[in-house]
């Protein structure tokens, strides 16, 4: 009888002798030249099985069933895992000093050291036969182990062309120079991919450990499992290895699961939540309407890797990819839209989207994707998701499928992030309480990005149509409530904001700096490319007005008012000669914030104005020293609107912008006050600039267009550049004016294009979005 010792190997691996389970022996495919390693777990409770509910393994299967069906076997079955070290073996074939490829086989190492570490995997000295009646009596007390085996070529052949299956076998054939070479040419762009001389056997055991683990799960030998295998496989696709994937376990477990228990798994639910999408499982079953795959990912328009799909046309990642023929609707890809994705954006896309749909569906096997390259601390994904984060998402699965769920390790980088996630949802699968999770509120793009994928999966799932309805509340209730008010300017710019995404994808920037960042939070919208183009806009503008909406009788109906944005008037035509646009909306209503003003008011002296002018020099200035006067901007164009022209006419005191900014535009309404001339003690061109830039439209009812001979002749001398009557509401009807100045100045020769051309004389009357109205 054999001790269980623990050593850490030459590879960094942790050997546990071999535990001879009596029991199933037959199940497994043991193979006796290397260690691989019975891993049981550690509960915070132990719960003995009392004896009128034992399960005697020699029962007959009516016996098993009636007990199953009360739900009585699976609770007293414990958690499964699966690891062996030869997965380790999987290595590039440098052996210089240079540090390791990022799929690193320390990953599955660590991940066992730190169970092991925590007390949760029995590493003991006792016998075997202690060990296997401690399990019989707390079968929850530790986890279970399930052995890894080689994957057949039948298996692999499921999900791989024997092309795929071949060329990996001859890897341990060639020499080590040759396999130098060979990763050398595939670890660039998009193959992503080392190889060595045991990638071969490696693979197989990874793939053959994927199926074990969700066989177990099915037969209900263990109650939920977790698969800690490498080398990852959700980037494979049935005719090539990428991406730092050989085969692709989780397809290759759920199909031979499928083919091997028809009555018990006919529908299986993936869910991926590695920070990377997984290709290689969507193509694989983009058709099979019984298998359904919901991903959760950072899509970068296409642009994060797996990147663009090799064959033009084929689908990607992004959130339209929903499955195709009778798996319409079977592809659920929620693509975030940046890096920078933590517990909010997640806990919510699981709360509004992943539980709903895989509720409907209703799987038998729940099989998780689980990459922990999204988690905090892991630079490759660039996310925040934390361990409480990944248990929360552990322990919402496990309410699917009768607690059927196999978790299959993919990617994750970081090896104390992949640890301290991978911990997490192993103490879920034990039946810990899941971590507890303070919400941060969700990133508004990430927010729009969730709504848009329940519309486009809602013409095939019910749970997807239509947002959940608000609770009603007395009027009592609501005064006396902390529920989250928003106003009619707010509703205005989230409406706008939305607007932009679709028509121009302006996304939020975020203001990093403390005093303003919350006050600012939403406010300005950029396209994607200001910080890469040398010609950009920006619009400066009070908050959009909102017009009351009446009837023929004169009556007043809230239903009928709606905003008309003179801004996005000017956008596309500013995109269609190449400039990049940057929006800052001005709200109404600021809080009082103690602001140090910028040098040279102030400088390192708290301002007792702290109100709505000195927050948007303070917004400007940081705009203007962190994006506008660095990057590839060399020309600037701005169009300042009430308070906006205003405040940029005040940083043109505190910063100096004059070798970037080409051309002003401002508009004033009847109300305004004429900005005093601009004249620096430090600056004596400052003033002669100006004038020969700044176009200026004030409203004809404004009191500058009165019988005042000294303001006469201050407009008639260009004191304040070329000053005309017309104002904001005349934005719409001096466009072509403006951008004709514009393409003379830069000596833009081209027309905007053709379409715009022809809706001119339409745009003048209509909002460049349509009438945007607010219903009841």
């Known amino acids: 009888m054999g001790t269980a010792t623990m050593d850490i190997d030459d590879h960094g691996g942790i050997n546990f002798p071999v535990i001879r389970d009596e029991v199933n022996t037959n199940s497994y495919q043991q193979t006796e030249t290397v260690n691989p390693h019975d891993i049981h777990y550690h509960a915070r409770r132990e719960v003995n099985t009392p004896e009128s509910m034992e399960v005697d393994e020699g029962k007959s299967d009516s016996s098993r069933s009636a007990l199953a069906s009360v739900g009585i076997t699976r609770r007293f079955k414990g958690t499964g895992v699966c690891f062996d070290n030869r997965m380790t073996l999987h290595a590039n074939a440098d052996f210089t000093a240079s540090p390791h490829h990022p799929e690193d086989p320390r990953r599955i190492t660590s991940i066992i050291t730190a169970l092991v570490d925590a007390g949760l995997i029995y590493a003991g000295s006792n016998s075997d036969v202690w060990l296997q009646q401690e399990l019989e009596r707390c079968p929850n007390k530790y986890m279970k182990r399930i052995r890894a085996r080689e994957a057949t070529e039948a298996e692999i052949c499921l999900c791989h062309s024997a092309q795929v299956y071949l060329w990996a076998k001859q890897l341990a054939n060639l020499t080590s120079k040759a396999l130098r070479d060979m990763t050398d040419m595939m670890d660039a762009g998009r193959k992503s991919l080392y190889v060595g001389n045991l990638t071969f056997v490696a693979a197989l055991l990874s793939a053959g450990g994927a199926i074990e683990t969700c066989k177990n799960v099915v037969e209900d030998r263990v109650k939920n499992a977790f698969a800690v295998i490498r080398p990852p496989g959700h980037h494979a696709e049935r005719d090539d290895s990428m991406g730092f994937c050989i085969f692709n376990n989780v397809p290759i477990a759920a199909k031979v699961c499928m083919a091997d228990y028809p009555e018990k798994c006919r529908k299986v639910l993936i869910v991926d939540w590695d920070v990377h999408h997984g290709n290689g499982i969507q193509n694989i079953f983009y058709e099979d309407p019984n298998v359904l795959y919901i991903s959760l990912h950072v899509y970068q328009e296409g642009e994060f890797y797996p990147g663009p799909p090799d064959v033009e046309g084929a689908e990607d990642g992004n959130i339209t990819s929903i499955g195709a023929g009778l798996g319409k609707g079977m592809n659920v ?101 899941p971590q507890s999770l303070p919400l941060p509120p969700i990133n508004n793009v990430a927010d729009y990005i969730l709504r848009q994928v329940r519309r486009l999966q809602s013409p095939y799932w019910n749970c997807m149509r239509g947002e959940p309805k608000a609770i009603q509340m007395t009027a009592d209730e609501i005064a006396s409530s902390r529920v989250p008010r928003i106003t009619v300017a707010e509703a205005v710019q989230v409406t706008r904001r939305r607007l932009l995404l679709e028509m121009h994808k302006m996304y939020p920037l975020y203001i990093q700096r403390d005093i303003i960042s919350s006050t600012f939070e939403n406010q300005v919208l950029v396209t994607p490319n200001f910080t890469q183009t040398k010609n950009v806009v920006v619009f400066i503008h009070d908050a959009i007005e909102v017009r009351p909406g009446f009837g023929l009788d004169t009556q007043f109906f809230p239903g009928l008012s709606d905003f008309r944005d003179p801004q996005s008037f000017y956008m596309k035509d500013f995109k269609d000669i190449d400039f990049a646009v940057v929006d800052v909306n001005i709200p109404e209503h600021l809080p009082n914030l103690p602001i140090i003003l910028p040098h040279p008011i102030g400088l390192g002296v708290e301002s007792p104005s702290t109100g709505r002018d000195t927050q948007t020099i303070e917004l400007l200035c940081y705009l203007w020293d962190n994006f506008l006067n660095f990057n590839s901007t060399e020309s600037i164009v701005v169009v300042g609107a009430g308070s906006g022209f205003h405040a940029f006419h005040k940083l043109l005191l505190q910063r100096d912008c004059t070798e970037k900014v080409e051309l002003i535009f401002g508009f004033l309404d009847d109300r305004a006050q004429m900005p005093k001339i601009l004249k620096s003690p430090s600056d004596d061109n400052l003033s002669r600039w100006y004038k020969k830039r700044v176009n200026l439209w004030v409203d004809g009812g404004n009191q500058i267009w009165a019988d005042d001979s000294d303001m006469q002749r201050k407009i008639a001398k260009n004191k304040y550049g070329n000053v005309v009557k017309g104002g904001i509401r005349t934005m719409e009807l001096v466009r072509d004016t403006v951008m004709k100045n514009v393409m003379d100045h830069f000596g833009i020769k081209k027309e905007p294009r053709e379409e715009k051309k022809l809706s001119r004389e339409k745009d003048t009357s209509e909002n460049h979005f349509g009438t945007v109205i607010f219903s009841d």
């Open 333 to 433: 890809n929620i693509g975030w839209h940046d890096q920078g994705m933590g517990d909010g954006e997640y806990m919510a896309a699981f709360q509004r989207i992943v539980l709903p749909i895989a509720a409907e569906f209703d799987p038998d096997l729940v099989i998780v994707s689980a990459g922990f390259d999204a988690a905090a601390g892991d630079e490759l994904g660039g996310c925040y998701v934390t361990p409480a984060c990944y248990s929360q998402m552990t322990a919402l699965l496990m309410t699917l499928a009768n607690g059927r769920v196999a978790v299959c390790l993919e990617g994750g980088y970081d090896l104390k992030a992949i640890s301290a996630s991978a911990l997490a949802v192993a103490q879920t699968l034990m039946g810990e309480p």
